[in-house]
């Protein structure tokens, strides 16, 4: 009976000494050495690779400091990898004039000597509509849990080009000429931020940030008029930067 006793309580230590070398095990593993390094994976539940998708988007846009100017977007491509894809887009701009355009012309209407007003128009130019291509890069790929809610993103990069036709008024901007506009074209580099969040694994929503680099029509003014002088000056071109920011709602199949 002693025995029986004796036994059961050496069996009750060693599994007790077994518990708590477990416990010291699982507690030393929490606590790594900071000098180890951690990686912690993922499966990706939204796949782009193979994937064609499809966009339609509205937009704000910013070139020339006299026009409000709107713009609708519409974007298809196609993601070779899962990391890398290449798109093409039509812009299409809606521009109208702003309060600094119309301050302008009001203030230089002014007659106040009697005289003939010296009507100013603002220089002017304006995107009429755009098509162009870009290769795409989303290296990143995460998910944002607020509320017990999961949302899936991608954050992706993108470098391009395109053709874009503009409206511009040079010609009545140096001759007070009633306010018309001609057309032509230039090429641009584009360069992008894409945030993309999986609405479901076809239904997509995106904000894109798109700077635009190209050459436009510019006036270099070589001195002010005065009531003795004119001013005299020279139809140029300048290097310029514009930028839209769009929001769109796209399908991947």
């Known amino acids: 009976m002693i025995s029986t006793k004796k036994l059961s309580l050496v069996t009750i230590l060693f599994i007790s000494l077994n518990t708590f070398a477990g416990l010291k095990d699982v507690y030393k593993y929490r606590w790594l050495d900071p000098k180890k390094e951690v990686f912690v994976l993922q499966d990706k539940i939204h796949e782009n690779e193979g994937r064609f998708f499809i966009s339609a988007g509205f937009g704000d846009h910013k070139l020339s400091e006299f026009q409000n100017v709107t713009m609708l977007n519409g974007t298809l491509g196609y993601y070779f990898s899962e990391e ?12 109208s004039e702003n309060g600094a355009y119309n301050a302008v012309f009001r203030q230089t209407s002014l007659n106040t000597s009697g005289g ?9 130019v304006r995107w ?3 098509m162009g291509a870009n290769v795409l890069y989303t290296p990143f790929y995460g998910k944002i849990n607020t509320f017990n809610l999961i949302f899936y993103v991608d ?7 395109s053709w874009n036709k503009y409206s511009h008024n040079t010609k009545a901007a140096t001759n007070n000429l ?3 506009y001609e057309t032509d074209s230039t090429v641009s580099f584009n360069w992008k931020f894409q945030f993309k969040w999986h609405l479901t694994d076809n239904i997509k929503i995106k904000l894109d940030f798109i700077n635009y680099l190209a050459t436009i029509p510019s006036l270099d003014f070589n001195n002010v008029a005065t009531s003795s002088t004119s001013s005299s000056h020279t ?3 300048e290097f310029v930067r514009s930028y839209d920011i769009i929001g769109s709602i796209g399908f991947m199949f």
Do not use: R
């Not at 890398?84 to 521009?95: G, P, V």
């Not at 954050?155 to 080009?161: E, I, M, R, S």
């Open 178 to 180: 009633s306010d018309t």
């Open 116 to 124: 003939q007003s010296n009507i100013v128009l603002p220089h002017v």
């Open 84 to 95: 890398w894809a290449i798109e093409a887009f039509y812009h299409h701009y809606m521009s």
């Open 155 to 161: 954050l992706g990069f993108g470098l391009g080009a």
């Open 128 to 130: 009429d509509n755009m």
């Open 235 to 237: 139809e140029t071109t």
